[in-house]
């Protein structure tokens, strides 16, 4: 169902912006941290699960849930939220991203893209109406429009052709959409060439859409620069009472980067995907389970952790659990990823209350990138 | 730690037996079923997941857990109830079963059996203090004799020897277990030999351990009526105040023939195993959540199910995660399949309450085996 952003608080030394809603009675704050349930379970968890790590909106992924289990069977299964069992607020991206990076070969034209399933090579055409409809159907609270994603080697001619063309798939996909308990956020690309940000900006609010997310930034070859003025090139142009959000950033620094330059959610499969490869967010930087050090390490994952792995389990069971391949040992980091994302996300908002967002990320910074990195 | 087994009641028509113990303050009822945790988890679920489902006793497994974290590990964690965070029973087996279906080549001599790592190749041997000595240090409320498993096809002869080798290393493992606060049950072998049967039990039986188990049923090639006869020819010989174990076995007409003959605990990988796979207990036969109409299937794996995965997820959404490969799909019908047996042996002991075993095997068995079996 739609929600309205509230501005609470705008940061006294940054861009950073203290935001809320209210969805099904609950009030959620951003900054948040969405995890990401590509196929509509974030992997390996339950939603009681996430809603103990203090989970806010979710991701689900149109492309993924197209081709299985498809759109009509989660719309006869009343919706992403009953078919998952979720009653948190879920998003929905476009498809638009997988098509770019999973599917290969594709073929771009005005209509949209022709490309062949990663699962079984069928030809498939995802146009910016056939997004929309599909997120229709799995009814996410939040619905994205299509867009081009081009990679950061794009040349300036490229990008500039293919920004005028997401915008122009930008309203085709709102005059598409037909589900009025829905959102559509637009999206802003142009790469790292600041007057493209500013031209798609400028044309996707014109078209006003619910919220504005800022893509591009983790496709394939951003350098950290090319992400920062990506931001701070679109920010400028997006208005004030809508939620900004950065797709696909999970990385501690970039998070905190993001809150500085103005963004209020974000979204990223690294905690998760960290987990299922052993890897753990700790407050002193990134350990590795898998490292004979922590065979006999009876001690937490991360002492400071509020988590039930954290308060339940030892690194050398984790480790036991991980290196024999046994589903508990990710479960358990992903419990723990998550968490940490997610409580950094309360720390900076309590950071921004507090107008002392750059102290906390110099100290965040000199603990965490400053100590284990495994 | 220790407890004693109470007979409470035995059945007016068969030879099945209402239990119970006490265990941390908790009153526990047999006869049980007992979910196996290989490598110190019982696969993709959390201890309290275990509890939700009502489980009692579990498994671990020295051969497993010697190899992978190895038992110096689990002792300086403090055992294995605090290495995997789980407070109720927990039983090891003796590594017998493992080494003589694992590992192979193996070569068997009176001292025990030298054989290859399943995981690396090296060459170990497993002895009878070995056994015990790792059980000893898993600590592990019960521990296993170590016995050698013959398969069905063994010569008499063969068994014979076999069976006198097994009570011969059972003697030399309990004079090696040096864990007080553990309990020490013995192998009952002999395969479908009515008097070897008879020798290992009385054999056994004079060695005065503190439960004992049926094994050789359920290692490769046994039939039913060998199982049932492999029981029939060991209870006899077995004294009533002690538990009586039947190894490896789970198959729901198993656990119902095996109470009907004096059976007390059963153990197996079937429900995890099955999950995995996609298969599920229902009360109307086993399904296959996988099969195509399932797709759009928005009930309940099992109406009648109490568990967690019935109470909230449809068959549709867990063949999507099984189909997708998402491992929320294998812990929604572990927890199920779980549950279900552990149902099946709350209903066999209000069943043995009644004096009504034989009519609900009857009912059981037309509903269940006369239904789904896909």
């Given at each position: 169902?739609?929600?309205?952003?509230?501005?609470?608080?705008?940061?006294a030394?940054?861009?950073?912006?203290l935001?809320s809603f209210?969805y099904?009675?609950?009030?959620y704050?951003?900054?948040?941290?969405?995890?990401?349930?590509t196929l509509a379970?974030v992997?390996t968890?339950?939603?009681e699960?996430?809603?103990e790590?203090?989970?806010g909106?979710i991701?689900a992924?149109?492309?993924?849930?197209w081709?299985r289990?498809?759109?009509?069977?989660?719309?006869?299964?009343g919706g992403?939220h009953?078919?998952?069992n979720?009653?948190g607020p879920i998003l929905?991206?476009s498809g638009?991203?997988?098509?770019f990076?999973?599917a290969?070969?594709?073929d771009?034209t005005e209509?949209?893209?022709?490309f062949?399933?990663?699962l079984?090579?069928?030809?498939?055409?995802?146009?910016?109406?056939?997004?929309?409809e599909?997120?229709n159907?799995?009814?996410?609270d939040?619905?994205?429009?299509f867009?081009?994603?081009p990679?950061?080697?794009a040349?300036y001619?490229?990008?500039e052709?293919?920004?005028?063309r997401?915008i122009?798939?930008?309203k085709?996909?709102?005059?598409?959409?037909k589900n009025?308990q829905?959102?559509?956020?637009?999206?802003v690309?142009?790469?790292a060439?600041?007057d493209l940000?500013?031209l798609?900006a400028e044309e996707?609010v014109?078209?006003d859409?619910?919220?504005?997310?800022?893509g591009?930034?983790?496709n394939d070859?951003?350098?950290?620069?090319?992400?920062?003025?990506?931001?701070?090139y679109s920010?400028?142009?997006?208005p004030e009472d809508?939620?900004?959000?950065?797709?696909?950033?999970?990385?501690?620094?970039?998070l905190i980067?993001?809150v500085i330059?103005g963004?209020d959610?974000f979204?990223c499969?690294?905690p998760?995907?960290l987990?299922r490869?052993?890897?753990?967010?700790?407050l002193?930087g990134?350990?590795?389970i898998k490292?004979?050090?922590?065979?006999k390490?009876?001690t937490?994952v991360?002492?400071?952790?509020?988590c039930?792995?954290c308060?339940n389990?030892?690194?050398a069971?984790?480790?036991?659990l991980?290196?024999a391949?046994?589903?508990?040992?990710?479960?358990l980091?992903s419990?723990h990823n998550?968490?940490?994302?997610?409580?950094?996300?309360?720390?900076?908002?309590e950071?921004?209350k507090?107008?002392?967002l750059?102290e906390?990320?110099e100290?965040?910074?000199?603990?965490?990138?400053g100590?284990?990195n495994?």
């Open positions: 169902m739609k929600f309205k952003y509230n501005l609470e608080k705008k940061e030394h940054t861009k950073a912006r935001g209210i099904n009675d609950k009030k704050m951003t900054p948040m941290f969405m995890p990401v349930g379970t992997k968890l339950t939603p699960e996430l809603k790590v203090n989970s909106i991701l992924n149109t492309y993924h849930l081709l289990p498809g759109e009509d069977i989660v719309k006869e299964a992403l009953k078919f998952m979720y009653d929905t991206d638009g991203f997988q098509v990076s999973l290969n070969p594709r771009i209509e949209g893209v022709t062949k399933s990663h079984n090579g069928d030809k498939l055409m995802l146009t910016p109406e056939k997004s929309i599909i997120q159907k799995l009814d996410s939040i619905a994205m429009s867009d081009e994603c990679p950061a080697s040349t001619e490229y990008m052709k293919s920004v005028k997401t122009r798939w930008a085709r996909g709102k005059e598409a959409h009025e829905q959102m559509l956020f637009g999206i690309q142009g790469g060439y600041k940000r500013k798609s996707t014109k078209l859409f619910d919220g504005y997310s800022i591009g930034v983790a070859g951003e350098s950290k620069e090319d992400m920062y003025h990506a931001i701070e920010i400028p142009y997006l809508k939620i900004r959000y950065l797709m696909g950033v999970g990385e501690p620094i970039d980067e993001g330059r963004i959610i979204d499969v690294l998760t995907r987990a490869h052993g890897h753990a967010f700790t002193k990134k350990i590795n490292n004979a050090k922590y065979k390490d009876f937490p991360d002492d400071a952790c509020d039930y792995a308060k389990y030892t690194k069971y984790i480790r036991h991980i290196t391949n046994e589903t508990l040992g990710a479960r980091l419990i998550i968490r940490f994302l997610i409580r950094l996300m309360e720390d900076i908002r950071a921004i507090e107008d002392r750059l906390f990320k100290q965040f910074v000199k603990d965490y990138y100590g284990i495994e």
